[in-house]
């Protein structure tokens, strides 16, 4: 009678897995800009002016090996999309012609490498300028936190992107709410 697992055949198909893990592993994970954000927003005052965003900064492009990160692409690209659908600016554009500039730096967020559930707090710097005068407007710098239960997801990297991206959504629900209290 012939074995049907020869010797071989298990060998190869243990580096064929092995393989395959090596690439799943490798292929870092990023927080993904639609889902940063925001389902609903407190907006108090509906600015009639346009805002540009510039590239926001102090974010971390996805690497191999490592866990989520927030990049500052994605976190711009999701302030954008906010900012338009709360309605607190008129027009949201990118470039010149805007009323106002605002400028978004990530000072810190916490990376957990893995647990139960993760917390992720983030501190972000808004700043708003007036794009004609180049004078600042508004300035200020807050922490807010999220946290991931286990049951969210099995997985720690799953659990760590989930949390990184409700972060970001509750940041940038934040920024909008304390930009819609200005009076411009």
């Known amino acids: 009678m012939k074995r049907m697992f020869s010797r071989n055949n298990i060998i190869v198909s243990v580096l064929v ?3 395959l893990s090596v690439i799943l592993l490798a292929s870092g994970c990023a927080a993904q800009a639609s889902k940063m954000v925001p389902r609903a927003f407190e907006v108090v005052n509906k600015h009639p002016y346009t805002v540009s965003v510039n590239e926001s900064t102090g ?3 996805a690497k191999p090996l490592w866990d989520s990160q927030i990049s500052n692409t994605a976190f711009t690209e999701a302030l954008s999309r906010a900012l338009a659908k709360s309605g607190v ?8 012609g805007a009323d106002y500039i605002l400028d978004v730096t990530i000072l810190n967020y916490d990376q957990p490498w893995h647990g139960a559930n993760i917390n992720v707090r983030m501190e972000t710097k808004w700043e708003l300028t007036n794009a004609k005068t180049h004078a600042p407007v508004w300035s200020n710098t807050f922490a807010t ?11 720690d990297d799953e659990r760590i992107e989930k949390a990184h991206e ?3 959504r509750t940041n940038i ?3 909008i709410r304390r930009l819609s209290i200005l009076s411009l």
């Open 17 to 19: 897995l092995a393989y």
């Open 59 to 61: 974010g971390i492009d």
């Open 89 to 96: 600016f008129q027009t949201v554009t990118k470039g010149d």
């Open 145 to 155: 936190a999220y946290r991931a239960a286990w049951l969210s997801s099995l997985f």
């Open 166 to 168: 409700a972060a970001v």
């Open 173 to 175: 629900k934040e920024g």
